[in-house]
């Protein structure tokens, strides 16, 4: 799939259903049972944070499976050889809790989507300027709903801003009024040991919080 390719299956799928899983903790023997269950509740942007066990192994078994149709890819990308090693695993997203100017370079350089950790304008223009492309506004308890609203005031209206941290079906619908594009989901969505009938259900709260906020606007 070329650069371009990835970009508008991205920009698809967050206009679709812009959930993206962060499966903290998933390991390659649940990988493809809890992929399922994602992307049957709707959800086909996936991250693999990299402190998780074997990350780079579960990239590419859910990469093999779900490559053509959804977007995988790593969180917790700290270092340019990580980049590396998520595009050998298949990864077409390389996620962050901070803004890395030679991560970003790699990222790039590898034809991948790059989406860094902000909290401020000065970090989010940063991340702008060296070709991020979306910034997670992390911790999202930080950057609450009316921290948002001015950001994305500033902001280029091209940029989609996807707050991560403490998101739940009751809080989308906030963070969405103040300009928010998409939802990094984390332990409410999955947690090691949620078998794929849970994680279908957790999906399926996200998706109709989504569903109806949208609606309502």
Not at 21 to 26: D, K, M, S, V
Not at 39 to 51: Q, T
Not at 118 to 142: N, R, Y
Request: proline share 7%.
């Amino acid at each position: 799939m070329t650069q371009k390719n990835t970009q508008a299956l991205w920009l698809n799928l967050l206009e679709k259903m812009p959930l993206i899983a962060i499966l903290r903790g998933i390991t390659p023997e649940d990988a493809l049972d809890i992929g399922h269950a994602l992307v049957e509740g709707g959800i086909s942007i996936i991250e693999v944070p990299l402190n998780s066990p074997s990350p780079f192994k579960t990239i590419e078994i859910l990469s093999r499976e779900f490559g053509q149709n959804a977007i995988i890819g790593a969180g917790t990308v700290l270092t340019q050889s990580e980049v590396s090693s998520v595009v050998s695993a298949g990864g077409k997203l390389a996620v962050a809790p901070n803004f890395n100017p030679e991560v970003a370079q790699q990222a790039l350089k590898a034809e991948m989507l790059y989406c860094p950790g902000v909290a401020t304008p000065s970090e989010a223009f940063s991340a702008i300027e060296a070709g991020a492309t979306a910034l997670k506004l992390f911790p999202a308890e930080l950057v609450t709903p009316s921290v948002q609203k001015a950001m994305r005031a500033v902001l280029p209206e091209s940029v989609n801003l996807i707050p991560v941290g403490g998101i739940t079906p009751h809080n989308i619908p906030d963070y969405l009024s103040c300009g928010a594009n998409g939802f990094g989901i984390g332990s409410a969505l999955y947690k090691p040991g949620d078998n794929k009938n849970t994680v279908k259900q957790n999906a399926k709260k996200f998706a109709d919080s989504l569903n109806m906020a949208r609606a309502s606007m």
